[in-house]
């Protein structure tokens, strides 16, 4: 079956600091994945997902992630954050029947 | 992008009745939706699968009776959840399936909080 690990729980970064959230997965065919971002107390939105091809894929908000087989990771990035940035990060795989299977989250803190 | 809309966005109710939480498509058809719950500071865990027209899948360890989805067309599932207690108490999200010529892509609903007393 396929999951998702999401190694860090909790990360603090500076405004206009870089970001990096790391997400590993398992699946044994070729995964589709997706990071989500959960504002606190709202729903899901898709920030970007990986189909097939390019491995570097770009995304809504300034967020891009990168493919990497060799390491099973999709990790995700931003050069410069922003304090609206502040929220929670899914990582997710689907198997073949849609159904995604979540990371735990990362909670990303923003400070002045 | 697709717009998936849950309805309502919270609801108190008293432990022992019944609150049933919608899941519209508004602008795609979708054979199927998902339910979702997702505990306090918890990732989301899959309830069941909604299969319009025919009855929903659920994930194992998940009450069938408790938990009553109805998908009864292409744009709608319902999550009924019955005789709601306490423990119940949770973030609920649906999601719809968008099948499209290069790829099918799930959309979220913005969630339902649904607290018992």
């Known amino acids: 079956a396929q999951s998702v690990t999401q190694p860090d729980i909790h990360i603090t970064v500076s405004e206009g600091a870089s970001l990096e959230l790391r997400c590993n997965y398992s699946?044994?065919?070729?995964?589709?994945l997706f990071w989500y971002v959960q504002s606190p107390g709202q729903g899901l939105q898709l920030l970007l997902k990986?189909?097939?091809?390019?491995?570097l894929v770009q995304g809504i908000k300034g967020f891009e992630a990168e493919f990497k087989r060799s390491q099973s990771s999709f990790n995700l990035r931003k050069p410069s954050v922003h304090w609206s940035d502040a929220a929670e990060y899914f990582c997710?795989?689907?198997?073949?029947?849609?159904?995604?299977?979540f990371g735990a989250g990362t909670t990303v803190t923003v400070r002045a | 992008g697709a717009v998936v809309s849950q309805h309502p966005s919270w609801v108190i109710c008293k432990s022992g009745t019944s609150v049933k939480i919608e899941c519209r498509s508004l602008d795609f058809q979708a054979t199927t939706m998902f339910w979702y719950r997702q505990f306090p500071k918890q990732s989301l865990m899959l309830m069941a699968t909604s299969n319009e027209g025919s009855k929903a899948t659920y994930e194992q360890g998940v009450e069938k009776d408790k938990f009553l989805i109805n998908h009864a067309s292409l744009t709608l599932s319902t999550l009924t959840v019955t005789s709601a207690h306490p423990e119940d108490s949770s973030f609920y999200i649906c999601s719809a399936l968008r099948d499209r010529v290069f790829g099918t892509e799930a959309f979220f609903g913005q969630g339902t909080r649904l607290t018992v007393v």
């Open positions: 997710a795989v689907v198997s073949n029947d849609y159904k995604l299977s």
């Open positions: 699946y044994g065919a070729t995964p589709y």
């Open positions: 990986y189909f097939s091809g390019d491995t």
